[in-house]
Nanobody
Framework: VQLQASGGGLVQAGGSLRLSCVASGRTLFTMGWFRQAPGKEREFVAAINWSGSTRHEDSVKGRFTISRDNAKNTVYLQMNSLKSEDTAVYYC?????????????????WGQGTLVTVSS
């Protein structure tokens, strides 16, 4: 299984970005996004399962939306109203469970990360 994340970049505070993660290989039922800011631990951002149920971390609720296109094996993270504290490397992750996962150890597969920089 390979996960390829893309869509990161430099954006001004208040702007928007959409991250994409394409999965190849076996069927993956739950997909998620994590992020790691400089000097901090990797943290959960959002997850979505095969049926479309979602979970978002509290600090991004109302600003970020996770979605997926099962036909394309792709998960998206639409990020609006970006803040400087959203600056981080964003990683997509995937798991074969149908249960929404929110911790790193529960995910079997990881992408390479894409850098999001929000300037204030």
């Amino acid at each position: 299984v390979q996960l390829q994340a893309s869509g990161g970049g430099l954006v001004q505070a208040g702007g928007s970005l959409r991250l994409s993660c394409v999965a190849s290989g076996r069927t993956l039922f739950t997909m998620g996004w994590f992020r790691q800011a400089p000097g901090k631990e990797r943290e959960f951002v959002a997850a979505i399962n095969w049926s479309g149920s979602t979970r978002h971390e509290d600090s991004v609720k109302g600003r970020f939306t996770i979605s997926r296109d099962n036909a394309k094996n792709t998960v998206y993270l639409q990020m609006n109203s970006l803040k400087s504290e959203d600056t981080a490397v964003y990683y997509c992750a995937a798991d074969r469970s149908i249960v929404l996962r929110t911790t790193m150890l529960e995910y079997d597969y990881w992408g390479q990360g894409t850098l999001v920089t929000v300037s204030s």
